[in-house]
């Protein structure tokens, strides 16, 4: 399994950004579709970004399209989300995930077999 570390959680105002970075090692980082989760409290885990192998491809919950953005570095081993027009419903512990199996990115928790322990996001109002 590839190991995961995400970085770049805080605290921001409703409107700002933040960019999330999950550092990946262990294993061929290009091997791995990579996505992003989120659980806010008292709700289930849900997904926020996906992005193939080679980058190409790119899926989004319809909660955050138009305002967050997958990449990923494969020479450096590292997924982004960068995340604009933060919204107070955007609060929760973000965490990157990494998939074997497919070469896209998939929405299914599931479909995932290494996850990093996440990082928080705190949008004020």
């Known amino acids: 399994q590839v190991q995961l570390v995400e970085s770049g959680g805080g605290l921001v105002q409703a409107g700002g950004s933040l960019r999330l970075s999950c550092a990946a090692s262990?294993?061929?980082?290009?091997?791995?579709?990579m996505g992003w989760f989120r659980q806010a409290p008292g709700k289930e885990r849900e997904f926020v970004a996906g992005?193939?192998?080679?980058?190409?491809?790119?899926s989004y919950a319809d909660s955050v399209k138009g305002r967050f953005t997958i990449s990923r570095d494969n020479a450096k081993n590292t997924v982004y989300l960068q995340m604009n027009s933060l919204k107070p419903e955007d609060t929760a512990v973000y965490y990157c995930?990494?998939?074997?199996?497919?070469?896209?990115?998939?929405?299914?928790?599931?479909?995932?077999?290494?996850w990093g322990q996440g990082t928080q996001v705190t949008v004020s109002s």
């Open positions: 995930a990494a998939d074997r199996a497919h070469a896209l990115a998939s929405g299914r928790q599931s479909s995932y077999d290494s």
């Open positions: 262990g294993r061929t980082f290009s091997n791995y579709a």
């Open positions: 992005i193939s192998r080679t980058g190409h491809t790119t």
